[in-house]
């Protein structure tokens, strides 16, 4: 992009990159933020400046990058959508690829299951970070006290990662077994209380032109997670700060190596109220703006898959119980499964709370 900027006009010259010519011809291209990099700038070691450099450079349309793409996509099928080749691993639908060393001269790729996935999924999610990095995004850095080291400016959680066990009492109060559930037997888009808020899924019945109902119909629609209180009830928990969990005096944790399962103890009656597992997550380093990008995949080492999971918006909750943080903004993570008459339902797998 190129461009001329006075007091007066603004004259900018834009061209859609590959990827974003594809997310034209999908009808997902909705521009809502603009950034501005350097990394095809030309410095002058010698001085600051850059213009005497530049007027001697021939400049032309960029071509496709694999750094265009900074967050991995997903098709109407769940599908992984990847751009150019990496020159390090690809994907395809859902299969992992790493290129082989061994042959030179021209990009062969090979799938990658058992020893080799681990360390090529790890190429899979660094991919964001690193193309955000090498864009070289320009930035303003506020906030910094004198004295300040740069370690402060880290992104720093208090927690690296989390293992959710199941047991035989959580998440399912009567055994894992009680969990699984036919997929026709799902709630589809339609009726799906995840999905009630959206507009798209609201209960427009019909009206006559001057407002008045056009007949009597009934509201099929499941709304049980209308306020932030249905949440917490499905979820088990009271208050979201502590997230101290409902008759904890009833739970027991035992270990699986070192891994902690939660069960209900052994006395207590199985209709006890038990809190799903979670983990509470603290950003040790804040500043005044937090921008956050999350990407949750489903690794399948076996199979030699990665699988990006859905993110459902589920909007901005009031806590009645958090008078310090009020405000909770919720988000569902799971996958899109087709039934057998090809119709789509959501199938929830964790619950995220930023607050």
Do not use: C
């Amino acid at each position: 992009m190129a461009g001329i900027l006075d007091k007066k006009h603004k004259l900018i010259d834009l061209v859609v990159t590959q990827e974003g010519r594809r997310q034209m011809s999908q009808g997902g291209f909705t521009p809502t933020y603009a950034s501005f990099s350097d990394r095809n700038a030309r410095y002058d070691p010698s001085n600051t400046s850059i213009s005497h450099v530049s007027q001697s450079l021939f400049f032309q349309t960029p071509s496709a990058l694999a750094d265009d793409q900074i967050v991995y996509e997903t098709d109407d099928s769940g599908k992984l959508v990847v751009g150019d080749l990496s020159d390090q691993f690809t994907i395809l639908g859902d299969d992992l690829f790493k290129k082989d060393s061994s042959v030179t001269g021209s990009n062969v790729y090979i799938s990658v299951s058992g020893s080799q996935f681990a360390s090529t999924v790890k190429l899979v999610k660094d991919r964001t970070i690193e193309s955000f990095k090498r864009n070289k995004f320009i930035s303003t850095v506020s906030g910094l006290k004198s004295g300040q080291s740069m370690d402060t400016r880290s992104f720093k959680l208090n927690i690296e990662n989390y293992n959710f066990a199941i047991s035989n009492s959580v998440p399912w109060p009567r055994g894992p077994d009680t969990g699984k559930i036919d997929i026709d037997s799902t709630e589809t888009f339609m009726f799906d209380n995840k999905l009630a808020h959206n507009r798209n899924f609201q209960f427009l019945p019909p009206k006559n032109e001057d407002g008045t109902a056009y007949g009597s119909y009934e509201d099929l629609r499941s709304t049980t997670r209308e306020t932030f209180a249905d949440i917490k009830n499905q979820l088990g928990i009271t208050i979201m700060q502590a997230a101290e969990p409902l008759e904890q005096a009833d739970t027991v944790f035992n270990y699986d190596g070192d891994i902690r399962v939660k069960n209900r103890a052994p006395n207590a009656p199985i209709e006890t109220v038990i809190s799903k597992e979670f983990a509470t997550v603290y950003f040790r380093n804040g500043g005044e703006h937090n921008n956050l990008i999350a990407q949750m995949y489903e690794e399948e080492p076996a199979k030699g898959t990665v699988t990006k999971l859905d993110i459902v918006d589920a909007g901005e909750f009031y806590d009645e119980d958090d008078k310090e943080k009020p405000a909770k903004h919720v988000f569902y993570a799971g996958k899109i499964m087709f039934d057998s008459l090809n119709i789509p339902s959501f199938i929830n797998f964790f619950t995220i709370i930023f607050d």
